[in-house]
């Protein structure tokens, strides 16, 4: 019988390879011609290092200068003549600030002539920024969003707004440089806007969006805080090209592909997966059981950004949540085996980048109090290490939303 656990890391292997930046890097630049002015390089998120790498390998000399700024652990080295910093998220913090301003620095004083290539991708809400608030502040809301359920779209509605480079303000920065903007997407749908709060991108959310969602959530704003969320961010943004590429979509169906070359009958379930992570590791085992009766061997996929309202202590992260509910739903299910991991390769504040379960974990390798304690306090983190179901990849230089999937071996 083959080893579930190999299949499901073979999968996440060719699947995250598969939506790699570096080819849309390529073909935005080959064969562009940027002039006789300045380029500039600037690259923000958890997929910043790869992007800016490939873009620099395939401009060599052009390249005037620049900066780099990902999340901690994310870089590989210095690339040519770019500053490189890391920064803080989910939450940002001083150093992502800090990166953001040696960045705006850069695209002062530019004329027509000059080119900033910006290199975006998720991750960059937190790793590029310079607030119009305390720092404090942000965070306090940040977290406040985050706990309590709001989803990706209403925390950047927030955000842009508190914000002196979101929203299509770092756009207005270079003016009156051109900008090529090459976005790698990590929200459903590939709205553009989205993808690390629209640093080039014109703000499709009004004043009124952000008011319901700090009224929604029950933010405790200041009154500064009111008055930002109460202005509107840029319109008409001018010499702006924005190039979006990567999908969760894309990562769904190559996932599809590379486990019916595993010998499996594969079907995806969607990718826009946005409901709380335990009910989406409840709807998967659900599945799962639906599927117990198969001739064949079955792979059940899906994709998206689920939330977790966090109540408890613990550590862990959404993927690892959706691991252990469906952990226990699946409990007792024959060669059956369910992950979801974070095509980042983090998930929370953790070192993992998700979590695998098969039937024999509730049950075999932990209890089902121990399941329920776990849920419980959001600790999904220890329980599974207990398990031997976290799964850790490291940085993978990509990023373009979450992959959970369910094994049936027949």
Same mark, same amino acid.
């Given at each position: 019988?083959?080893?579930?656990?190999? #299949?499901? %890391?073979?999968?996440?292997?060719?699947?995250?390879?598969?939506?790699?930046?570096?080819?849309?890097?390529?073909?935005? &630049?080959?064969?562009? !011609?940027?002039?006789?002015?300045?380029?500039? &390089?600037?690259?923000?998120?958890?997929?910043?290092?790869?992007? /800016?790498?490939?873009?620099?390998?395939? %401009?060599?000399?052009?390249?005037? =200068?620049?900066?780099?700024?990902?999340?901690? =652990?994310?870089?590989?080295?210095?690339?040519? !003549?770019?500053?490189? $910093?890391?920064?803080?998220?989910?939450?940002?913090?001083?150093?992502?600030?800090?990166?953001?301003?040696? /960045?705006?620095?850069?695209?002062?004083d530019l004329n027509g002539s000059d080119t900033v290539i910006f290199l975006l991708s998720g991750g960059g809400s937190a790793l590029f920024e310079i607030p119009l608030v305390p720092l404090e502040e942000l965070k306090k809301l940040t977290?406040? %969003?985050?706990?309590?359920?709001?989803?990706?779209?209403?925390?950047?509605?927030?955000?842009?707004?508190?914000?002196?480079?979101?929203?299509?303000?770092?756009?207005? &920065?270079?003016?009156?440089?051109?900008?090529?903007?090459?976005?790698?997407?990590?929200?459903?749908?590939?709205?553009?806007?989205?993808?690390?709060? =629209?640093?080039?991108?014109?703000?499709? *959310?009004?004043? /009124?969006?952000?008011?319901?969602?700090?009224?929604? $959530?029950?933010?405790?704003?200041?009154?500064?805080?009111?008055? &930002?969320?109460?202005?509107?961010?840029?319109?008409?943004?001018?010499?702006?090209?924005?190039?979006?590429?990567?999908?969760?979509?894309?990562?769904?169906?190559?996932?599809?592909?590379? /486990?019916?070359?595993?010998? $499996?009958?594969?079907?995806?379930?969607?990718?826009?997966?946005?409901?709380?992570?335990?009910?989406?590791?409840?709807?998967?085992?659900?599945?799962?059981?639906?599927?117990?009766?198969?001739?064949? *061997?079955?792979?059940?996929?899906?994709?998206?950004?689920?939330?977790?309202?966090?109540?408890?202590?613990?550590? =862990?992260?959404?993927?690892?949540?959706?691991?252990? *509910?469906?952990?226990?739903?699946?409990?007792?299910?024959?060669?059956?085996?369910?992950?979801?991991?974070?095509?980042?390769?983090? #998930?929370?504040?953790?070192?993992?980048?998700?979590? $695998?379960?098969?039937?024999?974990?509730?049950?075999?390798?932990?209890?089902?109090?121990?399941?329920? #304690?776990?849920?419980?306090? !959001?600790? *999904?983190?220890?329980?599974?290490?207990?398990?031997?179901?976290?799964?850790?990849?490291?940085?993978?230089?990509?990023?373009? !939303?979450?992959?959970?999937?369910?094994?049936?071996?027949?």
């Amino acid at each position: 019988m083959t080893d579930l656990k190999s #299949d499901a %890391l073979e999968i996440i292997r060719l699947s995250v390879a598969s939506v790699m930046p570096d080819r849309a890097v390529k073909k935005a &630049l080959e064969n562009r !011609n940027f002039g006789d002015g300045k380029i500039l &390089l600037i690259s923000a998120g958890k997929a910043a290092w790869q992007m /800016a790498k490939t873009a620099y390998d395939c %401009l060599g000399g052009r390249v005037d =200068g620049g900066a780099v700024i990902t999340k901690y =652990g994310h870089s590989r080295g210095q690339i040519g !003549n770019l500053a490189i $910093y890391e920064g803080g998220h989910p939450v940002p913090d001083d150093n992502s600030i800090r990166g953001t301003r040696a /960045a705006a620095g850069l695209v002062e004083d530019l004329n027509g002539s000059d080119t900033v290539i910006f290199l975006l991708s998720g991750g960059g809400s937190a790793l590029f920024e310079i607030p119009l608030v305390p720092l404090e502040e942000l965070k306090k809301l940040t977290l406040e %969003l985050l706990e309590r359920g709001a989803d990706i779209g209403e925390i950047n509605t927030v955000r842009k707004r508190l914000s002196a480079v979101k929203g299509g303000r770092f756009a207005q &920065l270079c003016s009156p440089a051109k900008v090529l903007s090459v976005i790698l997407s990590d929200v459903p749908g590939g709205s553009a806007d989205n993808v690390a709060s =629209g640093p080039t991108y014109e703000d499709l *959310s009004t004043c /009124a969006d952000a008011v319901r969602v700090a009224e929604k $959530y029950r933010l405790t704003c200041t009154d500064e805080v009111k008055r &930002l969320l109460r202005t509107e961010t840029p319109r008409g943004i001018c010499n702006v090209e924005n190039i979006v590429t990567g999908s969760v979509g894309e990562l769904v169906k190559n996932a599809a592909l590379y /486990a019916e070359g595993l010998g $499996y009958n594969s079907f995806i379930l969607g990718d826009s997966l946005c409901c709380e992570a335990r009910d989406a590791g409840s709807f998967l085992a659900s599945e799962a059981g639906l599927h117990q009766n198969a001739e064949r *061997s079955v792979a059940l996929i899906a994709g998206g950004e689920t939330v977790v309202h966090v109540k408890g202590n613990g550590l =862990g992260g959404r993927n690892q949540e959706i691991a252990l *509910s469906g952990a226990i739903g699946i409990a007792g299910m024959r060669d059956t085996a369910l992950f979801s991991i974070g095509s980042d390769g983090t #998930d929370g504040p953790t070192d993992a980048a998700g979590g $695998y379960a098969d039937g024999n974990t509730v049950g075999g390798k932990i209890s089902l109090r121990e399941a329920l #304690d776990g849920l419980g306090n !959001n600790d *999904s983190y220890n329980v599974l290490k207990k398990a031997g179901g976290l799964i850790i990849t490291g940085p993978t230089g990509t990023n373009v !939303n979450d992959l959970s999937v369910v094994l049936i071996r027949r």
